[in-house]
């Protein structure tokens, strides 16, 4: 067998010989005869040819064969050195192959110009000769340039050695041991320190976080009590190296090392290898400034995204001003789940474009046309750790959708990274090329990007959906290829077209009655005359007459109880789902006019109707006369003309998300054209939410003022008429002499005008 040596058959030298383990004992190479000892002692004597024909399967008993500098480790190889290492590894290779074949290339054919010199010319002089004459050249170095090359103490074993070394691994036989010295190992750190270390660590994890001069102080009182003092302690400055080396810089809070000590770091990865396996949700605040629809103020815009970690699709999205609520990840979700309608100014490219399913199958179950983005039952929904996406509603929300909603794991980016790289992705491309950037530093903020801002947050709104199914689902993924073609070229479009192509395509389109599986819900008892009781406000309507008289027949933790679901953007209305027909029926607030329509209000506004309520004592027999509050609580407590200068800021973006929220709650609510016949008739006049502007809020809540007004006059006065006073001064207008007639017409007593000729002097 080739890969053995007579020179390295020495004594002491181990082999494993046909799966038995032994060492040389004694090697005789005029006899051509090893002599074995194996583990249990037994003797036995093997030939060199015997080894050569027969036994190929001798090897070394630890790493076979591979030098002795990798046994354990990972082969080293020239990539390992650096550009000045590699120089002086191809100098050592040239006299290495100068004395073995008389030319520093190794070849006769590459020989450079002089090759052979004198004395080592291979058809005169022998390997002997010329690894002799070579020892003495390099002897006759300077000592500086023979240390630099590592040939200070160069002898003809040497030589010998580095030729058998780099007829295996070519010039990496020359590469000296100093230079790739093993790393990670301290004879200092015996077994008992080890287990000192581990033990110190782990009881540090349980108590408070300390300083490591504490844990060097633990440790030796471990040892000591364990071991005993005469065991040596490595310096403070070899634990503090070791205590890095092995479980980071600890710089992270002490219940989050906690928590990630926890997990198994020997857990097996998540391998994603279909659409909707993996969601990620995120949230961050944009880096450019919309104006929002009200009052037009520069605002800063919170974008919460789903992606889909197969395809790296964008699958949703919402814009939220100031925060987003638990209530905006449900219907995140159902978004995710919907597929996406086309807008009036896209064009057919935009449309459903994947292969296998034709566009117009797809409307007609959607009921409109569908664009060309992902849709799809999401399995596992990785979120971090806000409180929005940590609440019993998103528990309930899960449980609808079928979805597992797992937060990702504390100082472990790598959960959801793709969403966080999407994030940086529309930033560098759209977002920086839009009015109002406004840069992700103080110190590299323009001049005044409030400005600068032009877009509102609905037109950003349309502008984001617009790049996500234009350019995002058509862009080349670069780095995130598939597993089974990593060097193609992928989009999101298709990486989705390809795993419909490989596992079908499964198109569940919910029912609109999700959106009301998804709002919170609320169990209350039925009041005979005013209806049901929410978060302080009653609601009553015709859906709750069959059900006043008797509690429910629910069982349970909720027993004898309605279940009522309630939305936190709009608070004018609640849902109630008939028992009998399953079909969800709308209650109107008690305090709303009959006719008329008031500005939509969310769960903010409600708490501070109520605290209002609170401090002024008063105390309304109905909700009916909370509405004047009300009105003034939205008209904001200015006159509607001050607005823009008296309303601070905040109050603004206060004003400016709610009615934001209330186009939110308007545009996720089922459709009349989508509901069942009992349902339209009980969703006549509720379906409407009226898009609100500063001027068109305040000429609202003028309106809603003046129809509360009217409304209670009326019920004071009945069905007597009313006739309205006559204006200042129109009896004295009626038979004033100098009161000139109309050009065209007059007004006689009788009432119906007259044509008059114009007179003659008036010509």
Not at 30 to 47: A, E, F, M, Y
Not at 72 to 85: C, I, S
Not at 358 to 374: D, Q, S, T, Y
Not at 620 to 649: F, I
Request: some cysteine; proline content about 7%; glycine content about 8%.
């Amino acid at each position: 067998m080739s890969a053995f040596e007579v020179g390295e058959l020495s004594s002491g030298t181990r082999l494993v010989l046909d799966g038995t383990e032994g060492s040389v004992e004694l090697c005789e190479p005029q006899l051509g005869r090893v002599w074995l000892v194996g583990t249990d002692g037994r003797r036995r004597s093997v030939t060199i040819g015997e080894l050569i024909q027969h036994h190929r399967h001798c090897r070394s008993p630890t790493t076979g064969d591979v030098p002795s500098r990798d046994r354990g480790r990972q082969p080293v190889g020239l990539e390992d050195l650096t550009a000045h290492q590699r120089e002086l590894v191809a100098m050592r290779y040239a006299h290495v192959m100068e004395a073995e074949t008389g030319y520093r290339s190794g070849d006769p054919r590459t020989a450079r110009p002089g090759e052979p010199r004198p004395g080592y010319d291979p058809a005169v002089t022998t390997v002997t000769a010329r690894r002799e004459a070579k020892v003495a050249e390099i002897k006759a170095m300077p000592a500086e340039q023979a240390r630099m090359l590592g040939l200070e103490q160069v002898s003809v074993r040497s030589l010998k050695r580095w030729a058998a070394a780099c007829r295996r691994w070519g010039p990496a036989g020359c590469i000296k041991g100093q230079w790739i010295r093993r790393g990670g190992e301290r004879p200092s750190i015996t077994e008992p320190i080890r287990e000192a270390i581990v033990a110190v660590r782990a009881e540090t994890l349980h108590r408070s976080r300390v300083s490591m001069k504490s844990r060097e102080r633990l440790i030796h009182q471990y040892v000591r009590e364990r071991f005993g003092a005469e065991v040596a302690v490595p310096s403070y400055t070899t634990l503090r190296t070791v205590w890095r080396e092995w479980f980071g810089s600890g710089g992270s809070r002490q219940r989050y090392a906690r928590s990630a000590a926890a997990l198994s770091s020997a857990a097996e990865p998540v391998v994603v290898h279909r659409p909707g396996q993996v969601v990620a949700l995120d949230t961050t605040e944009l880096a450019v400034l919309a104006r929002e629809n009200v009052f037009g103020e520069p605002s800063a815009v919170r974008l919460m995204l789903a992606l889909d970690v197969y395809t790296h699709s964008l699958v949703a999205f919402r814009l939220t001003l100031v925060s987003d609520t638990a209530v905006d990840v449900a219907m995140l979700l159902r978004d995710v789940m919907m597929p996406l309608p086309m807008r009036e100014d896209w064009s057919e490219d935009l449309e459903w474009p994947y292969p296998g399913l034709p566009a117009a199958v797809v409307a007609e179950f959607a009921g409109h046309r569908v664009a060309g983005l992902p849709f799809f039952a999401p399995e596992t929904v990785t979120t971090d750790h806000g409180a929005v996406y940590k609440n019993h509603h998103l528990v309930e929300v899960q449980r609808v959708i079928g979805a597992n909603i797992l937060p990702a794991r504390v100082l472990r980016p790598t959960d959801k990274h793709a969403v966080e790289r999407a994030f940086a992705a529309i930033q560098s491309l759209l977002l920086e090329l839009l009015p109002g950037y406004r840069g992700v530093d103080v110190a590299d903020r323009g001049a005044d990007p409030q400005d600068d801002a032009v877009l509102t947050v609905t037109e950003l709104e349309h502008l984001i959906a617009t790049w996500i199914v234009s350019i995002w689902q058509n862009r080349a993924l670069g780095g995130h290829a598939p597993a089974w073609d990593p060097g193609g070229r992928h989009s999101p479009n298709s990486l989705f077209a390809a795993a419909m192509s490989q596992g079908g395509f499964a198109m569940q389109i919910p029912s609109p009655e999700l959106y009301y599986q998804l709002l919170p819900s609320h169990h209350v008892k039925i009041h005979g005359r005013r209806g049901v009781k929410i978060r302080g406000l009653w609601y009553d309507g015709d859906a709750l007459d069959d059900y006043r008289d008797g509690p429910s027949n629910r069982g349970g933790a909720h027993k004898g109880k309605w279940v009522i679901r309630r939305d936190p953007r709009d608070r004018r209305f609640t849902y109630f789902q008939d028992p009998l027909t399953h079909q969800w029926r709308t209650l109107r607030w008690t305090g709303l006019a009959p006719e008329g329509e008031v500005p939509a209000f969310g769960d903010a506004r409600v708490a501070e109707l109520l605290r209002v309520v609170k401090h002024s004592g008063l105390a309304p027999r109905s909700d009916a006369e909370l509405l004047p509050l009300l009105l003034d609580l939205l008209g904001g407590r200015t006159p509607v003309d001050a607005w823009p200068t008296q309303m601070p800021k905040a109050k603004r973006i206060e004003h400016a998300r709610e009615d934001l929220q209330g186009r939110a709650a308007g545009a996720d609510r089922p459709h009349a054209a989508t509901l069942g016949e009992p349902q339209v008739a009980a969703q006549a006049g509720t379906d409407t939410v009226v898009p609100l502007r500063r001027p068109e809020r305040a000429r609202q809540v003028v309106d809603a003022v003046d129809e509360e007004r009217r409304r209670r006059r009326e019920q004071v006065m009945g069905d007597r008429t009313i006739t309205p006073p006559p204006r200042l001064g129109e009896a004295l207008r009626r038979n004033s002499l100098f009161l000139l007639p109309d050009d065209d017409s007059e007004e006689p007593a009788g009432g119906e005008p007259v044509k008059t000729e114009p007179a003659e002097d008036a010509r």
